[in-house]
Nanobody, 123 residues
Framework: QVQLVESGGGLVQAGDSLRLSCAASERTFSTYAMAWFRQAPGKVREFVAAISRTGGSTNYALSVKGRFTISRDNAKNTVYLQMNSLKPEDTAVYYC????????????????WGQGTRLTVSS
């Protein structure tokens, strides 16, 4: 069972950039597709981005496409989310998720989750 630990959240201003990291415990990290989701207060968990096991395929929510980039380093068992041009509406708790077979946008398909890291974007 893979354990995921997110880091990198914080308080930033609109227009800033930030990179989130998610470190996995498993040596078999490369066998998991990875994704980022977020949940703002009072809202449902929302898909942000996903990346295939090799990193060769990615997909993004329309709301972040062109601003966020998901990547992974299988040698370091880590997935990243580079966030540029941040907006107040990006404020949320960001979660990484892993699944051995699924790399889509449905949160209920992912088997493993981290505890989340909070991002606040002030205007």
């Amino acid at each position: 069972q893979v354990q995921l630990v997110e880091s990198g959240g914080g308080l930033v201003q609109a227009g800033d950039s930030l990179r989130l990291s998610c470190a996995a415990s498993e040596r078999t990290f490369s066998t998991y597709a990875m994704a980022w989701f977020r949940q703002a207060p009072g809202k449902v968990r929302e898909f942000v981005a996903a990346i295939s096991r090799t990193g060769g395929s990615t997909n993004y929510a329309l709301s972040v496409k062109g601003r966020f980039t998901i990547s992974r380093d299988n040698a370091k068992n880590t997935v990243y989310l580079q966030m540029n041009s941040l907006k107040p509406e990006d404020t949320a708790v960001y979660y990484c998720a892993a699944d051995p077979t699924y790399s889509g946008s449905a949160y209920y398909q992912y088997d493993f989750w981290g505890q989340g890291t909070r991002l606040t974007v002030s205007s």
